[in-house]
């Protein structure tokens, strides 16, 4: 009787012990039963879900973490019911004050003496400093809703201020899928015209007869089924901005129609009487280049130097591929946003073959493929079942020459020559337009066998 005792005091000793352990770590800790109801809930849990230890214990560990995997995939039951441990799976919960808290957590199941299985334990950290100190690298590199920490991208970053300040038209130059309609808004939003309208038309979209009258507008009775004044796009733009896309389209007439209005600053509706005053100013962008077209006589001359006051050449994004994790998180939480979900990222293989891939389709490609991945992930991070059938059919576990692109080192070694041309090598000019030590500059032309 006095053994039983005396096991019995040092077994209250041990809890006591452990108690006052785990209340000194920093990780949230709390133990669950067969039944998923909380045994054990440490000073670090209460703290970080804002949950009274005293209201946490008896109830069930999803109605006090109500963490978003809590319904489809829980990890502490799946340790009950699997035998499996979960570790540092990232996964949001909701706090009592409303707030939702990134975390990490870590779950196994509990056995007693002989190896049954009793219960579970879950820890957890809180990653909300991380994710802010992520969000705020993030921030560093985004300007109005363009994400980028590529030195041409950032140099564009550095003028567009400048030629928002100015009525001047300008033309915005790079391939398709590039993001010539964002840098086209954001020069709106940054100018003096961002209270007005911002107004888009793709000029490639409509046939030619259609065009001039979405551009210019008509009157009543211009034609048999004008019932009424309709106004077009520059009429809607008054005191605003708007961006012609693909102007290449233009047909000749459209082309002499818009010349009047950049050089007069009024048109006129089909079938008025009487020319408009327009007060608009006018962004153009192109995927081709307008010089050749010129002289294939497919493009105006005196139109091209209207429209090309300003100029922004946008490169192709595999010229910019240090963006694509920036880019990739940014699309994710776009379509977490619009699709209720919280995913968290991509694995190692998944970043790595979307670093590798050629994007024939640009930024608007990459969007496409984690817009799919999204739609197809019911798990935390995207793998790469979840990407398209053009990337699981052809992948091959260890070998990624499918995508046959261009090696990240030889893109910058094409950058770096691109800047040695234009600078006629003056490694100083080259430096400080990449943004680079002169040693830095000089090991990377070492390195690529320039010098």
Request: glycine fraction near 4%; charged fraction near 25%; charge should be negative.
């Amino acid at each position: 009787m006095q053994q039983k005792s005396v096991n019995n005091i040092s077994l209250s000793l041990n809890e006591f012990h452990s108690s006052v352990i785990l209340d000194s770590i920093v990780e949230g800790v709390f133990t669950v039963d067969k039944q998923l109801k909380i045994t054990y809930f440490n000073h670090a849990a209460e703290k970080i879900t804002r949950v009274p230890r005293e209201e946490a214990i008896g109830q069930y560990c999803f109605e006090v973490l109500r963490s978003n995997v809590c319904e489809k995939s829980c990890p502490i039951k799946n340790s009950l019911e699997n035998r499996t441990d979960f570790i540092n799976l990232q996964v949001n919960i909701l706090r009592t004050d409303g707030k939702q808290l990134p975390i990490s957590i870590n779950a196994s199941s509990l056995k007693d003496e002989n190896g049954v299985i009793i219960g579970g334990v879950e820890t957890f950290r809180d990653l909300s400093t991380i994710e802010a100190l992520r969000k705020e690298i993030i921030q560093n590199y985004t300007f109005e809703d363009i994400v980028s920490k590529n030195h041409k991208i950032l140099q564009i970053f550095s003028v567009l201020p400048t030629i928002a300040e100015s009525d001047s038209t300008v033309l915005i130059h790079g391939p398709s899928g590039s993001g010539k309609e964002l840098f086209a808004r954001a020069i709106h939003n940054l100018s003096n015209r961002k209270d007005g309208p911002f107004v888009a038309i793709n000029c490639g979209a409509l046939p030619d007869s259609l065009l001039e009258s979405e551009l210019f507008g008509y009157v009543k009775g211009a034609f048999t089924d004008a019932k009424k004044d309709k106004p077009g796009r520059f009429a809607l733009a008054k005191g605003g901005t708007l961006f012609l896309d693909e102007v290449e389209s233009l047909s000749p007439a459209t082309q002499v129609k818009l010349l009047r209005v950049l050089q007069e600053k009024e048109f006129e509706p089909l079938g008025a009487i009487a020319p408009i005053k327009s007060d608009v100013r006018v962004i153009s962008a192109t995927k081709d280049c307008l010089l050749n077209l010129i002289k294939e006589n497919r493009f105006r001359d005196d139109l091209y130097f209207r429209l090309n006051v300003m100029r922004i050449e946008l490169p192709s994004l595999i010229e910019r591929r240090d963006d694509i994790p920036l880019l990739i998180d940014k699309f994710i939480e776009k379509f977490n946003h619009r699709m209720g979900k919280c995913i968290t990222g991509v694995y190692n293989e998944v970043l790595n073959i979307l670093m590798k891939y050629n994007y024939p389709g640009n930024i608007r490609e990459l969007e496409n493929i984690i817009e799919h991945a999204v739609v197809m992930c019911q798990n935390e991070e995207i793998q790469i079942e979840h990407l398209p059938p053009e990337f699981t059919d052809y992948y091959d576990e260890g070998s990624l020459n499918y995508f046959q692109e261009e090696p990240l080192e030889r893109s910058e070694c094409e950058v770096i020559m691109e800047a040695l041309n234009k600078h006629n090598w003056n490694k100083t000019e080259v430096a400080r337009e990449l943004k680079l030590h002169r040693s830095t500059l000089w090991r990377k032309m070492k390195k690529h066998g320039i010098i």
